[in-house]
């Protein structure tokens, strides 16, 4: 069976965030950049369905040199072979240009089954999966934690997690599947891997290449546009609650709960 | 031309949810900034009934879309029939709120619309007659005000965050029906289960009270300590990121940049030590209390009530104390 990852660099979670001068955009000199977390448990649901059916594992991401690193990473866990859409039209694009950009991408490749994370943890906008299934014409299931594919009826059933309840759903392939925890633990890349990694065919496309228009994607093509980035409100450490024994600062956090906080 | 603000209702098993009361109001608010009309979106089957009274949050007309094959949400059904209302209606701003149904949602169709989608807003407002939205990322360490250069300006609001307003009983919205006009192809996908989870669970995301336990817990059997105290409170239990690598919580209880970013009014955390992925997710929330023995723990930076002690003789002490006056 044919399987696409796609797969986004970010700043990894421990990092401290900082506003750039320019205020729309964050200091990138001490980033340690890694794949998106959630797009992770995509790879690893992609090599665990290549190993029950066969097939290939493709890797697609968009962005410049720094993310071929992340796509090696993905191809020393086991994947094929790696697309990365490198263009500087495509900088500062939106949730909605980078959809744009990989339906390009992707549209004329074989695939029954498409991952994508549930969002990105740097701008968590959790929107990149429905909308590239929304270009693509394809169904899409988001925030799954469980799947079967059935290659031979061509349906896939996964479980989605919603508040007080899990949906198992039904759909027809191919089709686009949003992952998060919860779904795989995903493997480490062996020595091996990153040796054979490193022979694995890794393709860079330019936004002409896919058949779109510079004025289509990146921040001229984007529909939401940043004014600013503000830091978030500063919270401060507030007070140590005192007492004698455990039992008595209970009581004396219950009291401030209820009297001061009024939030109980 | 686009004008007047649409307010998407998420019901489950015929009920409108709360957030989409916190939804209406926001909406109202910008209507009323803008001197426009809001107006609604209800789906369901059998539902029609609801409509009218979502007039008491402000709604002048409930459009509502009735169809079997909308009783359960699937992504293209609900995406497509909420796709006809809008290209008829035409409204400048098009809210729903940032569920699970909700977000998603929205994505597929700001995909269908080719429009701008602001997720997970926890501030809006209007500036020369366009929607202005505040939104986090990095789960909260920074926030970015965006604006949509396309209409509908399509905006989903976080859980918990927007107040809502007092319904005037008195007020009634004019229903208007409206076909799904579903085909096979928006049908690919079908719910074949709801598995409902242990009764009176409250999802993290929608929680008043959250009671949180990390590495300091020690174990799973410990978090029983917890749920006694969310009991009291009518709360939840939620885990740090350690708590649940550990294999101790399920994956849906983690709070933080990789689990669920979170905005309770209260927030307890036990053993917590407040790694910033932690923090990040939590941060948002209305009152922090901090309880760990490490009078050192970074959590205590952010805390607006510190007990520097242990959690397993505090947290049953707090049970009982809470159970005293609630």
């Known amino acids: 069976m044919d399987i696409i990852a796609c797969i986004k660099q970010v700043p990894d979670t421990e990092s401290q965030i900082k506003i750039a001068p320019d205020g729309k955009s964050i200091v990138q000199n001490d980033i340690k950049w890694v794949m998106n977390p959630y797009d992770e448990f995509g790879v690893e649901e992609a090599l665990k369905l290549k190993a029950k059916n066969g097939g290939t594992v493709t890797v697609v991401s968009v962005g ?55 969002r990105a943890v740097d701008d968590d906008e959790a929107q990149v999966g429905a909308m590239l299934a929304e270009m693509l014409n394809i169904p899409h299931i988001s925030l799954v934690v469980k799947e079967e594919v059935d290659l031979a009826a061509k349906k896939v059933t996964a479980e989605k997690p919603i508040e007080g309840a899990t949906l198992v759903t039904e759909s027809s392939l191919p089709v686009l599947l949003t992952t998060q925890k919860g779904l795989n633990e995903p493997r480490y890349a062996s020595l091996p891997g990153i040796m054979k990694a490193k022979k694995k065919p890794l393709e860079t496309k330019k936004v002409a290449d896919l058949g779109l228009n510079a004025e289509d994607v990146g921040l001229a093509g984007s529909k939401l546009q940043i004014m600013a980035l503000i830091p978030p409100p500063q919270r401060s450490a507030g007070k140590i609650v005192e007492g004698e024994t455990p039992q008595e600062k209970a009581a004396t956090l219950v009291k401030l709960l209820r009297e001061e906080a009024k939030i109980i | 031309m ?60 409930v459009f509502v879309a009735d169809d079997p094959n909308l009783a359960v949400y699937t992504a293209e059904a609900y995406a497509k029939a909420i796709g006809g209302i809008v290209n008829q209606a035409d409204p400048a701003i098009l809210l729903m709120g940032a569920s699970v149904v909700g977000k998603d949602l929205s994505a597929r169709l700001a995909g269908k619309l080719s429009t701008g989608l602001a997720m997970d807003c926890t501030v809006l407002r209007i500036e020369d007659g366009r929607l202005v939205a505040t939104r986090p990322i990095y789960a909260g360490k920074a926030f970015a005000d965006v604006v949509i250069s396309s209409f509908p300006q399509m905006a989903t609001t976080r859980p918990n965050v927007m107040t809502v307003t007092p319904p005037d009983p008195s007020k009634s919205a004019e229903v208007v029906k409206v076909e799904a006009n579903l085909s096979a192809d928006d049908l690919r996908t079908k719910v074949l289960e709801v598995r409902k989870d242990a009764a009176g669970k409250i999802d993290l995301t929608e929680a008043d009270v959250i009671v949180s336990g990390g590495r300091g817990m020690k174990g799973p059997e410990n978090y029983k300590i917890l749920e006694d105290l969310a009991a009291v409170l009518k709360g939840t239990v939620g885990a740090s990121r350690s708590a649940v690598d550990a294999g ?55 805390a607006d009530y510190g007990v520097v002690a242990d959690l397993f003789d505090v ?3 707090m049970t009982e104390e809470a159970k005293k006056i609630m």
């Open chain 2, 2 to 61: 686009a004008q007047g603000v649409m307010v998407v209702c998420e019901q489950r098993d015929g009920e409108i949810r709360k957030i989409s009361y916190e939804v209406l109001s926001e909406g109202k608010r910008l209507a009323d900034k803008l001197g426009a009309e809001m107006t609604a979106v209800l789906l369901g089957s059998g539902i029609a009934d609801k409509a009218a009274a979502l007039g008491a949050y402000g709604a002048s007309k």
């Open chain 2, 315 to 317: 947290v049953p002490a």
């Open chain 2, 248 to 302: 101790w919580r399920s994956h849906s209880d983690q709070v933080g940049q990789t689990g669920k970013v979170v905005t309770p009014n209260l927030y307890i955390a036990c053993g917590i030590s407040g790694a910033i992925q932690h923090l990040a997710g939590m941060s948002g929330s209305k009152v922090i209390v901090a309880i760990n023995k490490d009078a050192d723990a970074p959590i205590f930076q952010k």
């Open chain 1, 64 to 118: 410049p040199k720094r993310v071929t690193e992340s796509i090696r990473t993905a191809l020393a866990m086991g994947a094929d072979k790696g697309i990365r859409v490198e263009d500087a039209a495509t900088d500062d694009g939106d949730s909605f240009t980078i959809a744009k950009t990989l339906a390009a991408a992707v549209k004329n490749l074989p695939y029954d089954v498409i991952f994508c994370g549930q």
